[in-house]
């Protein structure tokens, strides 16, 4: 069940993101849970702190407490911030100092709609065209798709950990961090 | 409310000035616009744990602030360009408690003896404002000693051989170099340069109860989860420890009030969006190159050079893709550095008279390679080929980088002002930065440029670029008229040192002009830009200010306002 996107806005963001990233021998960012991660970003208010800055100092994968998953409360501009960013300024004054500004929600309803409802379904150098004339909107969802691919797992995308492995790269390493051999050896 | 002193900045100019100031009995009252992820002020010796190994919140997330919606900048290459041609992040520095000490890698290099009098050793240069400072590096000698032990600096005062004298040795060995650096420093050593260990404000043995650094590598960009970075962090608890001084999180500095020829306090607008003024017999002011010719113009201050000669390190970065991996993601960002592009040779002198100046210098050469591979995936298109170039991650786990952070020549036309319209989210005009390089530093650049691709011959790379920024028209790196920003992070000199009020804002110990208790304490007051760093330098200014600000009985002769 997503948390903010429609089930169809879901399927139609699932089918966009495998032809960004796509799986081969190892997973792409569908398996990775890049839905999940950009759901989780457009519904992040939905939640109390909201999922923007995940917790310190350690996560618990190197050792240290699972520190990242309690997030992080939000200051009274941050919290301005970051609902001008994702729900936009929404015709309130004291979030349009600088003018109009439209959010991640309005952007995604509109790009994942333009994509079409019938994106899942049809083939993939169609998907392909599509995403292509899309434009700035794919610049947007291949810069999350990256974030959920790559970034901590508590953001809800790099399940498991499994685009860090798929790269060999060893993620948030504190407490442990590397010893001086490690650092200078080859 | 009333204080002594109330500092407006919490980065490393205004936590070195409130530690000389509580020390000298001062009370200190520090305002920071940014959160505190740092300190505790009701225990300052308990450090937060809000820090972490985690590329999303810190580098895709804006979490050291400022963002750019709500505190945004603008930029323009020059009037042609309109109002602006950028609004968003430009030159930002964090906006937190802590400061830029927060996210920078801690490389923490002295100006050599030269940096100080550049108009009387090398004379001026046509169309740039070449001056020399107020003051000579052997009166800031002891200021940039006591800095290096204050915040704590690893590295080996013998092995630069162009460094300036010192007067004793670093507080903490170096730490491990980075296997990339071990190639890079060997290399440069091989074709006559001299890298060493960069100086680094990032503990390499416990020091000042704070942990040795573990080379997670979230180093550059990141706030040290186990604070084994000490800048301002040690000096921002000794100063809450004494119990003299306050800090004010969220607390944005509107207008300085004054009367007459001083200032008696601050006006902030507080976390809830209340406005109160803090009553103060002298202000310091520590906003950062950028935030404090802001705050003096919103304050009414006048003088015909304020925000003027703004000056930032025009970096080239020469970038080698080597066919093993570096694994740049441990260790301290940058290792080792070498200053030999900051010496004005035979071939400099050369390449200088050819393009028609006087001479030219570039800056010091970080070693270096990309950490984070967020940011390495954006780079790369999207599609098929994705998943087999971040295997093969020729833009990161092969990549290593010469940065050299080129000396900006001070010209009046580049300047910090008030944008006619862009506001931020408390309503007050935002600073606009008009800004484009000095042909000295274009000339610079390309004759430097070649040692740092010649290293990466020497090295093996199978591929090189050399990139710039700003970007320049019709070179790899231009994106349109939006890359002539310039990225560094080091801003320097719109409210210039110097002993003449006519042609300088503040006096050689940051002292404004026309304001007598309020002093310039961050690099604002640079007069030169080095071809060097400037946190180590802002430092050393700061406790030297604030020394003389505590010495002085005339600037407790303010009045406070009740």
Known sequence: MPQWLTDGEYRTLSAACARLIPADDTPGAVEAGAAEYIDGLLGAFTVDPPRIWAGGPTSGRHGGAAGFGRFLELGRLEDLAWRMRIEGSDGRPEREFNGPVTGWQERYRRGLAALGSDFPEVDGAEQDERLRSAGDFTDLLYEHCCEAMYGAPEYGGNRHGMGWDAIGYAGDVQPRGWTDTEVSSP | ?562
């Open chain 2, 1 to 562: 409310m009333t204080a002594d002193a109330v500092v407006v900045g919490s980065g490393p100019g205004g936590a070195a000035a409130a530690e000389v100031l509580v020390r000298a009995g001062w009370t200190v009252t520090i305002v920071e616009k940014g959160r505190n992820h740092l300190v505790d002020p009701a225990q300052p010796e308990h450090l937060l744990e809000h820090f972490s190994n985690d590329e999303v919140k810190f580098f895709h997330r804006h979490f050291l602030g400022p963002d750019p919606l709500t505190e945004p900048r603008t930029f323009r290459a020059g009037p042609a360009d309109g109002d602006h041609s950028l609004v968003g992040e430009v030159n930002s520095i964090p906006s937190t408690v802590g400061g830029g000490g927060v996210h920078a890698d801690g490389k923490v290099p002295r100006f050599r003896e030269e940096d100080f009098s550049l108009r009387s050793a090398f004379g001026p240069v046509e169309g740039a404002s070449v001056e020399d400072w107020p003051l000579s590096y052997d009166e800031l000698e002891p200021y940039y000693a006591e800095a290096e032990r204050l915040i704590g600096v690893a590295g080996d005062g013998s092995a630069n051989p162009f460094a300036a004298w010192r007067s004793g040795p670093y507080p903490m060995p170096p730490g491990a170099p980075m296997y990339g650096a071990t190639l890079s420093a060997r290399a440069a050593s091989r074709l006559g340069l001299h890298p060493y260990a960069a100086p680094t404000a990032a503990n390499s043995i416990p020091y000042d109860g704070r942990p040795a650094c573990n080379n997670c590598g979230f180093c550059a960009f990141f706030g040290c989860p186990i604070h084994a970075k000490g800048d301002p962090v040690a000096m921002l608890q000794r100063a809450l420890a004494s119990g003299r001084a306050e800090l004010l999180a969220e607390t944005f500095a509107a207008r300085i009030v004054t009367r007459g020829r001083r200032a008696t306090g601050v006006e902030v607008v507080a976390a809830d969006g209340t406005t109160r003024v803090i009553g103060a017999r002298a202000v310091v002011v520590a906003g950062g190159a950028v935030e404090t010719p802001r705050l003096l113009m919103l304050s009414g201050f006048d003088h015909p050079e304020l925000g003027r000669n703004l000056m930032v390190h025009f970096q080239t970065i020469a970038f080698g893709v080597m066919d093993h991996d570096l694994h740049a993601e441990r260790g301290r960002a940058v290792t080792h550095v070498h200053d030999d592009a900051v010496v004005v040779d035979e071939a400099a002198r050369q390449a200088a008279r050819q393009a028609g100046l006087p001479w030219v210098r570039g800056g010091l050469v970080e070693h270096g390679g990309p950490a984070l591979p967020v940011a390495e995936a954006k780079r790369y298109p999207w599609g098929p080929k994705h998943k087999s170039l971040m295997e093969a991650s020729p833009m990161r786990k092969r990549l290593w980088a010469f940065t050299m952070q080129g000396e900006d020549l001070a010209q009046p036309t580049n300047r910090v002002d008030l944008d006619p319209s862009v506001r931020d989210a408390r309503g007050f005009p935002v600073a606009r930065l008009t800004y484009a390089p000095h042909r000295h530093e274009l000339v610079a650049s390309d004759h430097h440029r070649r040692a740092l691709v010649e290293m990466f011959a020497e090295m093996g790379a199978v591929g090189v670029g050399v990139v710039t920024t700003p970007a320049v028209p019709g070179e790899l790196g231009w994106e349109g008229p939006s890359s002539a920003a310039p990225s560094s992070h080091h801003v320097m000199g719109t409210t210039r040192m110097g002993t003449d009020p006519r042609t300088s804002v503040v006096d050689a110990f940051g002292r404004l002009h026309g304001l007598d208790n309020v002093v310039v304490v961050d690099s604002s007051v640079f007069v030169t830009s080095a071809g060097y760093g400037p946190t180590l330098t802002l430092v050393a200014l700061a406790l030297r200010a604030a020394s003389a600000l505590a010495g002085s009985s005339d600037a407790l002769q303010g009045g406070a306002v009740e």
